[in-house]
């Protein structure tokens, strides 16, 4: 069988860059033992995001966090400062 032997000089033994299994493989180019293992990393190497509108100056950013509301850590800190201030005064007439 000419073809099998061909084919099987080609086979490498590789470990996943994922999980770190290791497993048989014919192509140079495969780092993963599983599709599984490639999307894990690809997502490890692009982190989540999501398009966001700043709470405070309203411009529109890419937040890795759901809970991320603000482009940058400056205005983060100027509403919270606005916040801590409203809340500090004795009176608002909110109520
Ligand atoms: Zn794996
Ligand atoms: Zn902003």
């Given amino acids: 069988m000419k073809i099998d032997v061909s084919i ?3 086979i490498k033994i590789k470990h996943c860059e994922g999980c770190g299994l290791s497993f ?12 599984a293992c490639k999307q894990r990393a690809y997502r490890a190497r692009h982190p989540f995001q999501i ?3 700043c709470a ?6 890419m937040a ?17 400062r606005e916040q801590k201030k409203l809340a500090a005064l004795p009176e608002t007439g909110l109520e």
């Fill in 24 to 35: 048989a493989s014919s192509r140079w180019d495969v780092r993963y033992c599983s599709v």
């Fill in 64 to 80: 890795t966090r759901r809970s991320t509301r603000y482009c940058c850590n400056a205005h983060r800190q100027k509403v919270y």
């Fill in 56 to 61: 405070c100056c309203g411009v529109r950013f």
């Fill in 8 to 10: 099987n000089r080609n």
């Fill in 51 to 53: 398009a966001r509108r």
